[in-house]
């Protein structure tokens, strides 16, 4: 015997199955950025680069992390031919996918070497700097410890904010493995978690808490301050503070292009990329992103402080992007769940 | 003799591992009201929806009309079969309304308004059409079934219990109306019911039902006054049951010898029907009340018997009786016999 | 009885071929992300180390704990609410219907921003105590404030169908209790609350999946459980196999929470009765103004203070231009796409729900309750696991907007399944076979009487999936169509950058569109 409802779902599904069949958007020979940078950040100079070489784009804006692991998961049918991002344990796992194709010289020659990769898989678009953000209520600039490393004294104790997940935190770790060892690593770390730091979500979240006083300061990167500032206003009651030259809280770090192995508009790529590091480009990082620029001869905003005058601990980038020793070392000493 | 329009033949159908027909046949004359009566669990509704092509036999078939209808192997959907039911619940459309409801069946190209008055005159509905079901009460929604039933005029209309959800002060009339309707209507219709009293009043013909089998189909006189089995004649009426033994024409048990038609010998169950029973004043046997249930137009005595045995007298209620009385009773008419059988369970 | 459950378990047996073809369809379709996740997870090397660790056990425990909290706590919120509102005299009833399902529409990111805003450390409420000499509150962080939030953002998947079983639900067995001798509130519990068991099954059963799968909101309040540890291994690790690792626990959890909502389902009824009329309202007498004062208190709670948040984010920023350009494209987009995954879910739900409504066993069951899968894995699983099987077997389909709508499906299937199986199962079923025997073939039967009267049923199931979709993110990132943003994605990319001011338009946007739709079915309601 026949029930009612089958054959009006057969005919029912039809639609559902003629959407998914129709609706398709293969086959298309724009340029494909996946950009891992928010779009209210780059949309204006993306667009600019189409208006001014007559390329069209298409871009899908969405997390660094969750674009990588797309294209790692998307394979050789990725449709992106380049990864705008700031993550660079994102890079790192496109690396070890074999997912990256090198860069022309011409392009990498652009940047400082600290700011590309030495086998030319990616180069660095635009710099932030690890810093200090701090409650101008509670805290005096003049008494906060010059070196990342002091923070794990008593004083901080239930004061401290991080960010431990993601932006920054585990390649600063990294960076202490490499310069300091991985023994005092794990002693600072221990030192840390016993100080009771306050683990937020995100750096948005860490410093509206610096803001509304719920902790004192917080380890985070420079440009959000600027973003609060332009939204909130000066009475934004939080501050960066920048460590000590050399010391390894100074950490800096890029947000970098690079144009995957699986890519198929390779030229309009390279033409991208070498837009993104155009005076131009480089001068909107400057004025619109508080980031520092990395092409010689633009000059960073005045707000900061001067890329001369920074002087990072030395680390080659690209050996930060296997984060997972730091991430183990982390969810020992407990700064990790 | 007509030839019958509906045929059912040997049908078996199980559910799991239980057997819901075992073999039942069935005839239905045209223009015919029949009832298939049976204790609940015997079948009869699964058989109804073989009919109506709910279900599908395991073995056997249906013909309506001459037309092979259902076998295991063939069906004919029901909405193709011209067999129309009207359920105990009556399930009326409750998003439609009453004219709706009638309308749902009518074919294309039927002057539909028109018909749908004329079946709501028949069922006295006519200021109803714009009601919905829920706002009728469940006589009204009977009827309302019932013409929804008849509106495209099916070859036969199938009614499951269709009086148990009505108010029982309310179920005679509405009984008579639907015979009084589907006399009009001169529709064949098979009604399920496991009310003796319903089918044995109701209908032209009465089908026994026990056990997944048809026992028995006759007029209500014939399967009341002469039923096939025990068991049959337990059911339709109340009745007595006494041990006894047959010798040749004759029978013996302890409400005396009596003479029988019978075509077997020795040990048999005798039965009285309840009715036949009466207070003797001359000659019977003694016996003593131990309950009564009075109806006001009749009541049911209980007696105990000195073998022990109980028996039920229907008796008119114009004398009252008590527990503990002694009563002398005799039989009136003759009993009817059956080969001994050990109890069930 | 013996004989009515042999039919019962016989009706599979007669299941249509084809509705068992397609419900099998579906539930394969279902089950691509949990067989991705078990396939990734066998390539990680460490599986029983990730399993058996300390931070792991851990998480397991806090997730057990807030998945219980919350899935009580929603029932408490939701039953009352959904009685208040569809059935009682109160003040402004259809008003607070509304307002009370949007909650729903909150992306679970703004959900637990606006909890930190509004409870947090410095924020509106304790700006508002500290004349007062508060200074500071109880923190919100960790379970409290995970708890509260869940709770709040997830009691309209009850409320909304209990609201809607409500609206068929027969007033004559609640009238025979009262004819019996039961005052009201006996007769609430004695027969409308295991009358109304069914949808708050169905109910408590996705906010639980819900809860085990959230992360947005807990990771905002730091309260890591499973979920959050899974995302960690994504985003900082890159490591898949161990993030699938760490989803193992999620599926054995899901299992779980269905065979328990199994055991409460019983012997499920069938319908409620054979005329339904429309339910009587409940005169509330002196509860009127505390009934009134409870549907406020969620409602400022799940609505008021995302509102204020946003509306806070609208008033106090500087950098407001810009934001409307391509707010009315993303509008569109979400409404489309959210549209579209609703009228899908429904569509593809049907026969699942038809099977396990009506032809009840061992398939149907599993068909049923494999398709909650979505609900209970994390949405980046969900999302990977499509990104994979589309690049890898359709690559036609890749950044599709009918990818799109088919992960929004899979992902929330579950929440239209619930309340269609349980329209259907209110829908006696006499009504069809009784269309059938007047000559009506089955489409004609599932036209003019199944599906109308499962109308409101389906038109719940539609709400919960367009409310949800509409806010869904990581799905949306990894699987849209490129340029397709929606108003979630332009919401969250503004207030991941700190433009609180561009995301308040389209946050706005978001809940009206949601009203909107809410209003639509309460319309239907009443029609049908």
């Known amino acids: ?89 994102a890079l790192g796992a496109l690396k070890a996918a074999g997912r990256l194709s090198e860069l022309p010289s011409a392009l990498l020659a652009k940047v400082d070497p600290a700011f590309r990769s030495p086998d030319g898989l990616w180069v660095g678009i635009s710099g932030r700097q690890r810093v200090i953000v701090y409650n101008t209520d509670a805290v005096d600039p003049a008494e906060l410890p010059s070196s990342i490393l002091d923070y794990t004294a008593p004083a901080w104790e239930g004061r401290f904010g991080i960010v431990p997940r993601s932006d920054g935190f585990p390649e600063f770790v990294t960076a202490l493995r490499l310069l300091k060892g991985e023994e005092f690593a794990r002693r600072w770390l221990e030192d840390l978690d016993a100080n009771d730091p306050t683990a937020y979500a995100n750096n948005i979240a860490a410093i509206q808490a610096v803001a509304n006083g719920e902790v004192d300061v917080a380890f985070l990167n420079h440009y959000y301050l600027f973003r609060f500032l332009e939204e909130r206003g000066e009475d934004f009651k939080a501050r960066n503070y920048y460590f000590a030259a050399g010391d390894v809280g100074g950490l800096f770090l890029v947000a970098s292009a690079s144009i995957l192995d699986s890519a198929r508009q390779r030229e309009d790529a390279e033409r991208f990329i070498e837009y993104l590091l155009s005076a131009e480009a480089q001068q909107y990082f400057t004025d619109e992103t508080h980031e520092y620029p990395l092409v010689p001869g633009i000059a960073a905003d005045p707000g900061l402080q001067p890329l001369s005058q920074i002087d990072p601990p030395q680390i080659d980038l690209s050996d930060l992007t296997d984060l997972r020793g730091s991430l183990d070392l982390m969810r020992q000493t407990g700064i990790l769940p | ?235 339709v009426g109340a009745a007595n049951i006494l041990p006894g033994k047959l010798e040749g024409r004759q029978v013996e048990c302890e409400l005396g010898r009596f003479a029988v038609d019978a075509g077997f010998s020795g040990l048999a169950d005798v039965m009285f029907r309840a009715e036949t029973l009466a207070i003797s004043a001359e000659g019977g046997v003694a016996a003593e009340v131990t309950d009564v249930d009075y109806y006001g137009h009749d009541q049911m005595v209980t007696a105990r018997l000195r073998s022990g045995a109980e028996v039920r007298l229907r008796l008119l209620a114009l004398q009252p009786y008590a527990i503990g009385q002694q009563l002398t009773i005799a039989a009136t008419a003759e009993p009817l016999v059956f080969p001994r059988q050990t109890p069930p369970g | 009885m013996a004989l009515a459950l042999a039919q019962a378990r016989d009706r599979l047996n007669r299941a249509p071929l084809i509705l068992l073809a397609l419900a099998a369809l579906v539930t394969a379709a279902v089950l691509m992300p949990p067989v991705y996740l078990v396939w990734r997870a066998t390539e990680s090397s460490a599986i029983w180390e990730h399993l058996s660790d300390e931070s792991t056990l851990r998480a397991l425990g806090r997730t057990l704990l807030l998945t219980a909290s919350v899935t009580a706590t929603c029932i408490a919120l939701a039953v009352p609410l959904a009685w208040l509102t569809g059935r009682t005299d109160l003040p402004l009833r259809r008003f607070w219907t509304v307002l009370l399902a949007l909650p729903l529409a909150v992306p679970s990111f703004v959900g637990g921003f606006v909890m930190v805003s509004a409870l947090g450390p410095g924020g509106l409420v304790q700006d508002l105590l500290a004349p007062l000499g508060v200074d500071r509150l109880p923190s919100i962080f960790g379970f409290w404030g995970a708890w509260i939030t869940l709770s709040v953002v997830s009691y309209p998947y009850i409320f909304l169908q209990v609201r809607a079983s409500l609206s068929r639900s027969d007033p004559s067995l609640e009238e025979a209790a009262r004819g019996l001798g039961n005052g009201s509130w006996r007769t609430f519990w004695r027969v409308n609350l295991p009358q109304m068991r069914p949808p708050i099954a169905a109910g408590a059963l996705l906010v639980a999946l819900y809860s085990i799968s959230e992360f947005g909101a807990v990771s905002m309040l730091r309260y890591d459980t499973l979920t959050p540890l899974v995302y960690l291994q994504y985003t900082t690790s890159f490591d898949r196999a161990a993030a699938a690792v760490l989803g193992l626990p999620l599926i054995a959890l899901a299992v779980l929470i269905l065979g328990l909502e199994g055991m409460t389902r019983g012997r499920a009824h069938y319908y409620g009765g054979a005329q339904p009329r429309p339910a009587r309202t409940m005169e509330l007498g002196s509860w009127r103004w505390p009934g009134f004062a409870f549907c406020a208190l969620v409602a400022l709670l799940g609505v008021g203070l995302p509102v204020a948040v946003i509306l806070y984010w609208l008033v106090s920023g500087l950098s407001a231009e810009g934001t409307t350009s391509f707010l009315a494209a993303a509008a569109v987009n979400s409404t489309l796409a959210a549209a579209l995954a609703a009228l899908a879910a429904a569509i593809a739900c049907l026969p699942v729900a038809y099977l396990s409504a009506r032809h009840a066993g061992r398939l149907a069951s599993f068909f049923e309750k494999a398709s909650y899968a979505g609900q209970s894995i994390p949405a980046i699983t969900i999302a990977l696991a499509l990104v994979f099987f589309a690049a890898t077997y359709a690559t036609p389909l890749q950044r599709t907007l009918g990818l799109l709508v088919f992960a929004y499906t899979v992902r929330f299937l579950p929440e239209a399944l619930g309340a269609i199986r349980g329209a259907l199962l209110q829908l006696n079923p006499n009504t069809e076979e009784a269309a059938r025997s007047l000559g009506a073939g089955p489409l004609k039967t599932f036209a003019r009487i199944t599906a109308p009267q499962a109308l409101p049923g389906v038109f719940a199931g539609m709400l919960l999936v367009f409310l949800t979709a509409i806010k869904e993110l990581p799905i949306t990132i990894l699987l849209s169509p490129i340029g397709f943003d929606t108003l979630a994605t332009e919401i969250w990319s503004a207030t991941s950058e700190a433009f609180f001011t561009r995301a308040a338009l389209p946050s706005l946007t978001l809940l009206l569109i949601s009203a909107f739709a809410v209003l639509i079915m309460l319309r239907r309601e009443r029609l049908t």
């Open chain 1, 1 to 89: 015997m026949r029930r009612t409802s089958l054959l009006a779902s057969a005919l029912a599904l039809m639609p559902l199955a003629a959407v998914l069949l129709t609706a398709c958007g293969g086959g298309d020979d724009r340029l494909t950025i996946y950009a891992g940078r928010s779009k209210n950040l780059v949309q204006p100079l993306l667009e600019q680069f189409s208006e001014d070489t007559g390329i069209s784009i298409r871009v899908l804006y969405g997390d660094s992390t969750d674009l990588a692991l797309g294209i790692l998961e998307e394979g050789q049918n990725s449709p992106a031919d380049v990864y705008y991002g700031q993550d660079v344990g």
């Open chain 2, 1 to 235: 003799m007509t030839q019958p329009i509906l045929v059912c033949r040997d049908l078996s159908k199980r559910f799991g591992h239980t057997a819901a027909l075992w073999g039942a046949n069935l005839e239905l004359r045209e223009g015919g009201l029949l009832a298939l009566l049976g204790p609940s669990g015997c079948g009869k509704t699964t058989l109804l929806r073989l009919i109506a092509g709910f279900e599908m036999p395991d073995a056997g078939e249906i013909e309506l009309r001459g037309r092979l209808i259902s076998s295991p192997s063939h069906t004919v959907p029901p909405e193709k079969r011209g067999v129309s039911m009207v359920f105990q619940d009556f399930a009326l459309f409750p998003h439609l309304s009453v004219g709706a409801n009638v309308a749902f069946g009518l074919p294309r190209g039927v002057n539909k308004q028109a018909r749908v008055a004329e079946l709501l005159a028949l069922i006295r509905l006519e200021s109803l059409a714009a009601r919905m079901p829920h706002e009728l009460s469940g006589g009204q929604q009977q009827r309302v079934a019932l013409a929804r039933a008849l509106a495209s005029e099916p070859a036969l209309v199938l009614l499951d219990e269709p009086f148990s959800n009505l108010d029982p002060s309310i179920r005679a009339d509405v009984r008579d109306e639907v015979r009084h309707l589907l006399e009009t209507v001169g529709i064949t219709a098979m009604i399920v019911t496991h009310d003796q009293e319903e089918a044995l009043s109701l209908a032209g013909e009465v089908a026994v039902m026990m056990d997944g089998e048809v026992l028995q189909v006759g007029t209500p006189g014939e399967v009341y006054a002469r039923p096939v089995s025990r068991r049959v004649g337990e059911f």
